[in-house]
Every structure is written in structure tokens, then in C-alpha cells.
């Protein structure tokens, strides 16, 4: 449990990104080394938050396999010395240890989620304090996502099933934060609506106060107060709520104050919206209208900072989802920054939350990462500890996005191997996990296409049907027309379940520039095609209420005879311009012609 970095009245936080020592440890000895308690030898500099790979021109940087040392003071304010003081980060690829000085002081495996460490008992107010980080890009069976590291006469190499390049590093801010001995340490709030009343139900976590009186006060969006209560566990009432709606953020804020009498011990802001999510047969109802998504799977990619979060390009990525005509999006295919899902939460986004378990299918190859020579599900490969491992980073998902009402679907895999009894036994229990940890959104997966319908034995525990097909593209390339028979074929099966069917991929890679009729793959009038045709196949059944095309940008992958440049996929270029499949999707989603 983990509460995000916050100033309040009784709480700091200093941003520790900016510059940092950096230093590669390709022989894997720094530990033993004890390169925490020293400055780190060989040395260069690095920019946190950034992926490292792309910021030098020698390929060994962007090659490196195994971990990368980072390194920087910090002076502990002088003001904290009654606090507890603490480290956060809002995300290390794929794995970090801290040391505070001398002392490790967290160790944490999984690259898109938060952890933090109390460091209090290390460091002293006013002093400061050597901060020095490990970070291991390494994937292993036991890793979600999954890869393998394969020895060589040129060394270590490292090798995954999943369609993006490993980026690694500290993508995400880093903090230093005080708060009090008696705080809250977790809040989760539910909403629901009664006539035009909002309801309001929260659960606070706090630490060390036994003796404290937990209060909670509303303000609306202008700051007004609407609604007061107290206990730890409690419902209120908004009356006449201003509910949150697909394209209209309206947010509230739950004031958590920890009270000894009067005197406020600690406090915390969490916003919330007052909404509902629920499936109706084949509809997804917001506040109980069916919604149509239209949108994108997407990537936390660009050049030179590859992986790494930025307020600024995240703007153009919301200023093109705007312009496009875009409501939603699916974090594909790992957790992105809470900024994404804030900015998300303001701007009424519609988000399908997925975890980083992609690239868990030995049977997809196609030509991008060759023949696989791996059983899936076994006790060699992905087992009950990869599994551990899944439920576990499902867990801290949703422990880390319940609050988010953009959230409205929690994908718990992209493209499993989903066709198998291993599979079934599998993910069974995941779907068990997530709905245990959240009962209040619907839980899903992707199906990949070599689980079609009739097939897939992990869609039944699936709540809105999740579909990426690339009927036109690795399947009757160039040959629509019998695309389109093919895909009708099939939707009509998915369509017969009753239950939403949200198509989370398809498209065409797109060279910006290749211009053909009559249209042949690759060119940017294929790709409008492609499009057309979908559109068709969804037009026709009702139980399509979403389309995201795979992929709102081109994104950097491993090397590969199918990837020119990376995946061209993209209706907008890696530096978001345009493709001329933009200016179609304008006009279906916005009737905008320009
Ligand atoms: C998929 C994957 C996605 C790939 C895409 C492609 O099915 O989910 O990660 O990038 O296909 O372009 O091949």
C-alpha cells in the first residue's frame, strides 16, 4: 500500500530528477563491489527520468544486458527531522535496489509500477545522503513481461516476445517525501449514483493511529465543501452530484485528515469522480449509457528519452487524440505514469488499464522474433512462480489506479497463449485476483488471433471481449476483400456470446511517404483501407462497441525484417505528424473533413 508523493500541511516532497552519476556494470560486480558505498567508478552522467539506451551513439549502451548504477546526493531537509522520511519512485525498468549511504533500502522487481522505502533511520534532517540505485534490465521466465537472456560468444543477449524495444532505466520521477508517524497510508474510494445524488463510500488505511479520528471532507471542482463525515470507513451523499463523464472530467476531492482532537496529524488529497461502470448483455454502460470507444492502443515511446515520462509530450499526445477525435485508450502493454491517467481523469478519457504480461505466447512469430523453440506454460518457462509473480503486479495495478475514474477496464494480458488447458489453468485464477482486488470495474484480457472464436479458452472469465485482429495484414495481406469475408466469419461467433467486443488492435504498417493505387501494403492508402474495411465489419454488429487501432504512433522493437525502423504501424509518425489514415479517422470520429 502506497499513497502517491504529496504537499500538503503535513506533508513534503523534493523532485530528485535532473542529473545523476550513471554507470554501466556489464560484468554484473558492482554490488559485490560495493559501488553504493563509493562514488561509482567510470562514471558518466545520465538524465533521470530517461531511458539510457538512446542517449549515447555506441551501440554497446543501447545493447547493454544487466544492470546500470545511478547515483546522486540529496540534502534531507532540515525542517523533517519529526517525520518519517521516505524515497518513492514512480517507476525503475525492470528492477531496482536502493541504498540510502551505505544501507540497502528497497528491492523491487517490475518496471512500471511505484515502490518506495522509509529511509528515516538511515539519514539525518538537515544532512545529506548518498542515493544510489541498481537497475537491471534483465527479463527472465520469472518476470512479467517474460524474456530469457542467452549467452554468446559476444556476450549476454537479451531476448523477449513482445513487440517493443526493452527500454530501461529510471523512467519516472523520483522523490524524496516527509510525512508523519501517524499518517494514511491507502484510500480507496467508490462511487455510486441515486437519482442525482452521487454516493461516495471510502475505505482509509492509516498507520500508527490508534488514537486518531479519521475525517473526511468533499470539496467539489471550485473548491467548495459538499460533503463531510467521519470514520476510517464511511459512505456520504453529494447531492446533486456533477457526475464524471466520457469527455467531461468532472472531479471531486477527498480532503483525509488524521485528528487528534482538533490538532491535524496528517492530510491527504485524493480526487475522484462520481461514476459508474458496469456490462449490460453486449452494452459497457458509463453512469448507465452505453458507451462506443473510439481510440487507440498506445506506447510510452519517443526519441531519445525513449520510455521515459514527460508532461510535454504527453500534451501533443493529447492534443492529437483531440484532434483525431479519440475518447479512449489502452495503456498497452504495461502500466503507464499516473500524470497519463491524471490528465486522463481531467479530460474524461476513457482508459483500458493493462498490466506489462505481453509477449506470454510461444506460438507467435510470424517473422518478428523467430522460431521460439519454448513451451508457453511449463515448469521450465512461464509456472505457478511467473504466476505468483502475475497476480502479485495485478494487485498493485489496480492498488495503484482504483481512484482513477478514467479506468474503466483492467486487462490483465496482452495476447497469452489463451488457446491451451495450460492457459485456462492459468489465467483462471487471475480473473479471480483482479476481481477480488477490484469488484467495481469489468476484468479482461487480449485475445490474439491464434485463439480465434471457438477456440480461446481464457475469454469465457472475461467480462467485455478484448479482440486485436490484422485480418488484411498478417493474414490475407493485401487481399481485403477476403479479409473481410474472414472477419465477419469470425465476429459473428464473438457476437453470438453477448458480451461487449471492444477491437483493442488492428491496422497496417505505413511507410509516411508510400503512396500506391491501387493500394498495396505498406502504403499510406493501404492503411486507410485497412481501416474502411474494419470499419465496415464493425458497423455491422452491435455487440463492436469500441474501436483502438494498433497504434496511435510508430514506436521503437528489437531488430527484425518486419520492422523498418521499428513499428510502422502508427497513424500518427514517432514525432506526431500525421499519416494520411489521420485525416480518415477525423473525419469518421469528428466529421471533420479538412
Ligand atoms: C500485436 C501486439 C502488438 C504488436 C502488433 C504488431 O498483436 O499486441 O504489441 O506491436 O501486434 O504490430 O504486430
Known amino acids: 500500500m502506497m499513497l502517491r508523493p504529496q504537499t500538503t500541511p503535513t506533508r513534503e516532497t523534493q523532485c530528485l530528477s535532473g542529473m545523476w552519476d550513471f554507470a554501466f556494470d556489464a560484468e554484473d560486480h558492482g554490488q559485490a563491489e560495493g559501488?553504493?558505498?563509493?562514488?561509482?567508478?567510470?562514471?558518466?552522467?545520465?538524465?533521470?527520468?530517461?531511458?539510457?539506451?538512446?542517449?549515447?551513439?555506441?551501440?554497446?549502451?543501447?545493447?547493454?544486458?544487466?544492470?546500470?548504477?545511478?547515483?546522486?546526493?540529496?540534502?534531507?531537509?532540515?525542517?523533517?527531522?519529526?517525520?518519517?522520511?521516505?524515497?518513492?519512485?514512480?517507476?525503475?525498468?525492470?528492477a531496482a535496489t536502493v541504498w540510502g549511504n551505505d544501507v540497502e533500502v528497497a528491492n523491487h522487481v517490475g518496471g512500471y509500477l511505484p515502490f518506495e522505502a522509509d529511509i528515516t533511520d538511515h539519514v539525518r534532517a538537515g544532512e545529506q545522503c548518498r542515493l544510489t540505485v541498481r537497475v537491471d534490465n534483465r527479463l527472465s521466465f520469472q518476470t512479467i513481461p517474460p524474456g530469457i537472456v542467452v549467452d554468446s560468444p559476444e556476450g549476454p543477449k537479451q531476448r523477449y516476445w513482445h513487440d517493443f524495444f526493452n527500454y530501461a532505466g529510471i523512467h519516472r520521477d523520483v522523490w524524496l517525501c516527509s510525512r508523519p508517524a501517524a499518517h494514511v497510508e491507502d484510500v480507496t474510494i467508490t462511487t455510486d449514483i441515486d437519482g442525482d445524488d452521487g454516493i461516495v463510500t471510502w475505505k482509509v488505511v492509516s498507520q500508527n493511529s490508534d488514537s486518531l479520528t479519521t475525517q473526511v471532507t468533499i470539496f467539489d471542482a471550485e473548491g467548495n465543501e459538499v460533503a463531510q463525515a467521519t470514520g476510517a470507513s464511511a459512505t456520504t451523499r453529494i447531492p446533486s452530484a456533477h457526475l464524471w463523464q466520457p469527455g467531461q472530467g468532472y472531479l471531486y476531492e477527498a480532503e483525509i485528515c488524521l485528528l487528534n482532537g482538533q490538532r491535524v496529524v496528517d492530510s491527504y488529497r485524493q480526487a475522484f469522480g462520481v461514476r459508474t461502470v458496469r456490462v449490460d448483455g453486449n452494452r459497457l454502460l458509463v453512469n448507465g449509457e452505453p458507451i462506443h470507444l473510439r481510440g487507440f492502443?498506445?506506447?510510452?515511446?519517443?526519441?531519445?528519452?525513449?520510455?521515459?515520462?514527460?508532461?510535454?509530450?504527453?500534451?501533443?499526445?493529447?492534443?492529437?487524440?483531440?484532434?483525431?477525435?479519440?475518447?479512449?485508450?489502452?495503456?498497452?502493454?504495461?502500466?503507464?505514469?499516473?500524470?497519463?491517467?491524471?490528465?486522463?481523469?481531467?479530460h474524461g478519457l476513457l482508459i483500458i488499464d493493462e498490466t506489462p504480461a505481453v509477449g506470454m505466447n510461444m506460438g507467435l512469430g510470424g517473422g518478428i522474433f523467430g522460431a521460439q523453440g519454448y513451451t508457453t506454460f511449463s515448469a521450465e518457462t512461464i509456472n505457478d512462480q511467473t504466476q505468483a509473480v502475475h497476480a502479485q503486479v495485478i494487485r498493485d495495478l489496480i492498488a495503484r489506479d482504483k481512484n482513477h475514474p478514467s479506468v474503466i477496464i483492467w486487462s490483465?494480458?496482452?495476447?497469452?497463449?489463451?488457446?491451451?488447458?495450460?492457459?485456462?489453468?492459468?489465467?483462471?485464477?487471475?480473473?479471480?485476483?483482479?476481481?477480488d482486488a477490484d469488484p467495481t470495474r469489468p476484468v479482461s484480457f487480449v485475445n490474439v488471433m491464434l485463439a480465434p472464436y471457438g477456440k480461446c479458452r481464457v475469454s469465457q472469465y472475461s467480462d467485455v471481449l478484448l479482440l486485436n485482429r490484422y485480418y488484411g495484414w498478417y493474414v490475407d495481406t493485401g487481399d481485403l476483400a477476403a479479409a473481410e469475408r474472414h472477419w465477419r466469419e469470425e465476429m459473428a461467433g464473438w457476437a453470438s456470446e453477448n458480451k461487449p467486443i471492444i477491437i483493442t488492435e488492428y491496422g497496417a504498417d505505413t511507410m509516411p511517404g508510400l503512396h500506391q493505387i491501387p493500394a498495396q501494403p505498406w502504403s499510406e492508402e493501404y492503411q486507410v483501407e485497412v481501416l474502411e474495411m474494419n470499419e465496415r465489419v464493425f458497423d455491422s454488429f452491435d455487440a463492436v462497441i469500441g474501436e483502438q487501432i494498433w497504434n496511435f504512433a510508430d514506436f521503437a522493437t528489437t531488430s527484425g525484417t518486419m520492422r523498418v525502423g521499428g513499428n510502422r504501424k502508427g497513424?500518427?509518425?514517432?514525432?506526431?505528424?500525421?499519416?494520411?489514415?489521420?485525416?480518415?479517422?477525423?473525419?469518421?470520429?469528428r466529421g471533420i473533413e479538412d
Request: charged residues 30%.
Open 35 to 94: 559501488w553504493f558505498a563509493q562514488r561509482l567508478p567510470e562514471r558518466t552522467e545520465m538524465a533521470v527520468p530517461a531511458s539510457y539506451q538512446d542517449l549515447f551513439t555506441d551501440p554497446g549502451a543501447r545493447d547493454h544486458v544487466g544492470p546500470v548504477w545511478y547515483q546522486r546526493d540529496a540534502r534531507i531537509p532540515r525542517g523533517w527531522a519529526d517525520d518519517r522520511v521516505v524515497i518513492h519512485f514512480e517507476s525503475a525498468t525492470h
Open 297 to 346: 492502443g498506445m506506447h510510452e515511446d519517443h526519441q531519445t528519452i525513449g520510455k521515459a515520462h514527460n508532461d510535454a509530450l504527453m500534451l501533443r499526445d493529447a492534443a492529437c487524440l483531440e484532434w483525431i477525435g479519440a475518447n479512449s485508450l489502452r495503456t498497452s502493454h504495461y502500466p503507464y505514469s499516473e500524470h497519463v491517467l491524471d490528465y486522463a481523469d481531467r
Open 412 to 435: 490483465i494480458a496482452n495476447e497469452p497463449e489463451s488457446e491451451t488447458e495450460a492457459a485456462e489453468n492459468y489465467f483462471r485464477p487471475l480473473f479471480d485476483v483482479a476481481r
Open 571 to 589: 497513424i500518427f509518425t514517432r514525432d506526431r505528424q500525421p499519416k494520411m489514415a489521420a485525416f480518415h479517422l477525423r473525419k469518421r470520429w
